[in-house]
T-cell receptor
Framework: DTAVSQTPKYLVTQMGNDKSIKCEQNLGHDTMYWYKQDSKKFLKIMFSYNNKELIINETVPNRFSPKSPDKAHLNLHINSLELGDSAVYFCASSQDLEAYNEQFFGPGTRLTVL | SQKIEQNSEALNIQEGKTATLTCNYTNYSPAYLQWYRQDPGRGPVFLLL?????KEKRKERLKVTFDTTLKQSLFHITASQPADSATYLCALTTNAGKSTFGDGTTLTVKP
């Protein structure tokens, strides 16, 4: 009964490759997010979507492209991977865009770029 | 520039004592402040939310204060237990729904 799930949990790849991370939530939420957590544990928002519409895009390189086929899914595709992309990526969801909503996080995807 | 700082990267206390974690911010006008717990290898889990017009919020052994004049939130865990050991993150949320997280404080409660 996982609320927010991500696949894969670990991803090891070479520089220059293209990879995708998938996220699904079964909470019936309208809003989904992608965060990047670096080695210093700093959690930084990348994107947010509300009902499949892009709301927040935080100065993320164009190599990162989120895709929301429906409001329960928000996938992250990364082109031409670089060493600096190595991090843990978290997907999250919330009821809607209201600021008082708590966010539910997935287990994270640890991406290692060699 | 906007900044969120959480006190000392690591905090060690003895079981039974009260842990106090600090979240300071500058150049923000948050509508809400949230605290999350993160265990190693897992995603953050929501603990408490406090609104800008609230001074204090409690939930079981947890207490959060929010001082918009000092631009500071304090997070207290009373009667701490080894199971409380984790990283605690504060997050400021604006009315536009954007959350910005601090870099966390790792709490270790020793038996």
């Amino acid at each position: 009964d996982t609320a927010v799930s991500q696949t894969p949990k670990y991803l090891v790849t070479q520089m220059g490759n293209d990879k995708s991370i998938k996220c699904e939530q079964n909470l019936g939420h309208d809003t989904m997010y992608w965060y990047k957590q670096d080695s210093k544990k700093f959690l930084k928002i990348m994107f947010s979507y509300n009902n499949k519409e892009l709301i927040i895009n935080e100065t993320v390189p164009n190599r990162f492209s989120p895709k929301s086929p429906d409001k329960a899914h928000l996938n992250l595709h990364i082109n031409s991977l670089e060493l600096g992309d190595s991090a843990v990526y978290f997907c999250a969801s919330s009821q809607d865009l209201e600021a008082y909503n708590e966010q539910f996080f997935g287990p994270g995807t640890r991406l290692t770029v060699l | 520039s906007q900044k969120i700082e959480q006190n000392s990267e690591a905090l060690n206390i003895q079981e039974g004592k009260t842990a106090t974690l600090t979240c300071n911010y500058t150049n923000y006008s948050p509508a809400y402040l949230q605290w999350y717990r993160q265990d190693p290898g897992r995603g953050p889990v929501f603990l408490l939310l406090i609104r800008e017009n609230e001074k204090e919020k409690r939930k079981e052994r947890l207490k959060v204060t929010f001082d918009t004049t000092l631009k500071q939130s304090l997070f207290h865990i009373t009667a701490s237990q080894p199971a409380d050991s984790a990283t605690y993150l504060c997050a400021l949320t604006t009315n536009a729904g954007k959350s910005t997280f601090g870099d966390g404080t790792t709490l270790t409660v020793k038996p």
